[in-house]
């Protein structure tokens, strides 16, 4: 049987700003199906990225679809800025406030919407967000920063929320972000994700395109 091909998408997170035409037109002439765009306010996570202004301004110099992921403590405030801005999907974490509203609100744009769960947030805060969300991501590195260490002990908590997928009947993506190699991609799928989010491995290739259908061959 020939195996699905599983969405690959980039996190610009740990790339040069000032050059970011280029890496967004590395990505146009790749077979990645996205771009990540992480958003952080420095109170959610101990980091701070860029806000909507930015996604607006690198819009129009891409053809990908955008993956907006909200680290926000308070993220309905931000939700239609970010629509404004051109999101295709935004993602809100659970951890958050009125993350339950900030998905409606999502929804109600006509943008698809996830839900995120942090390391340490157990799949069953998750269940009531199936009835409405267009997909899970399970956060596989602490929230925050490019470059760390996929955490194995999440793939337990993966083909658990892989389950609650399948029983819940809805079509849902399953997506993990964080940490993210050939190696990690080919566990994460074996649990059930079909949806892969890379960041700094992948642009440390030196070819890219043939490391992005790697792995969508995960
Ligand atoms: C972490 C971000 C991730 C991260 C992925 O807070 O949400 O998207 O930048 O980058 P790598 O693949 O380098 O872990
Ligand atoms: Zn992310």
């Known amino acids: 049987m020939k195996k699905n091909k599983v969405l690959v998408g980039a996190s610009i997170l740990s790339e040069d700003f000032f050059d970011i035409q280029k890496t967004l037109k590395k990505i146009n002439s790749s077979d990645l199906d996205f771009v990540h765009l992480d958003v952080m306010d420095g109170v959610f996570v101990p980091n701070i990225s860029f806000g ?20 926000l403590s308070d993220p309905i405030k931000y939700v239609e800025k970010f629509v404004e801005a051109g999101a295709d999907a935004i993602s809100v974490h659970v951890e958050a406030k009125k ?66 997928i399948k029983k819940s009947g809805r079509k849902i993506l399953l997506s993990v972000d964080g940490g993210i190699n050939l190696d990690t991609a080919k566990l994460s799928v074996k649990n059930g994700v079909n949806v892969l989010v890379c960041g700094s491995f992948l642009f440390k290739q030196k070819n890219f395109n043939d490391t992005v259908k790697k792995l969508k061959l995960a």
């Open 99 to 164: 993350a339950l509203q900030s998905i409606k609100l999502i929804k109600s744009f006509g943008v698809k919407c996830g839900i995120v769960l942090n390391p340490k947030t157990s799949a069953k805060k998750i269940k009531k967000y199936l009835k409405i969300v267009d997909y899970v991501m399970v956060m596989t590195v602490e929230p925050g920063f490019g470059g760390q260490k996929f955490m194995e002990k999440q793939l337990g908590k993966i083909s658990k929320i892989s389950d609650m």
């Open 52 to 71: 909507p202004a930015f996604v607006k301004n690198i819009r129009p110099y891409s053809k990908k679809f955008f993956d907006v992921h909200l680290m």
